[in-house]
């Protein structure tokens, strides 16, 4: 199964939206994605996590280093709605008390103020 990756920024906030699994092989690209929303600014990650079927702990690694990144930068890295396989790896592995986890987008207030700014 292939991963697809899509982003969207509203101010300093991204949210990165995975769906599919990620793996050795899809890995690289679920880094890239993250890696970018950073670089473009980004110092609230949110990962929309719903549409993911399955993440080994490449997968894993690849979220700790950007959480790891977000915060070298004064940011914050969010998982948001991972479906109860994702979870239960984020549970036994012990990341469920690393990472902040939402179980909603809706839940969220994406952006502070509702100026846009140039």
């Known amino acids: 199964m292939e991963l697809k990756i899509s982003s969207q920024s509203?101010?300093?906030c991204a949210v990165v939206t995975v769906r599919g699994e990620i793996d050795l092989?899809?890995?690289?690209?679920?880094?890239s994605g993250l890696l970018?929303?950073?670089?473009?600014?980004?110092?609230?990650?949110?990962?929309?996590?719903?549409?993911?079927?399955?993440c080994d702990s490449t997968g894993m690694s690849v979220l700790l280093s950007a959480l790891k990144r977000a915060r070298e930068h004064k940011?914050?890295?969010?998982?948001?709605?991972?479906?109860p396989a994702v979870?239960?790896?984020?549970?036994?592995?012990?990341?469920?008390s690393?990472?902040?986890?939402?179980?909603?987008?809706?839940?969220?207030?994406?952006?502070?103020?509702?100026?846009?700014t140039a």
């Open 10 to 12: 509203q101010g300093d």
């Open 25 to 31: 092989y899809t890995a690289p690209q679920l880094q």
């Open 36 to 54: 970018n929303a950073l670089e473009d600014g980004a110092r609230r990650l949110v990962v929309d996590m719903s549409g993911v079927e399955f």
């Open 75 to 83: 940011g914050t890295l969010e998982l948001v709605a991972p479906k």
């Open 87 to 96: 979870r239960k790896i984020l549970e036994v592995t012990g990341l469920a």
């Open 98 to 116: 690393v990472f902040t986890i939402q179980d909603s987008l809706d839940a969220l207030p994406l952006a502070a103020g509702s100026g846009s």
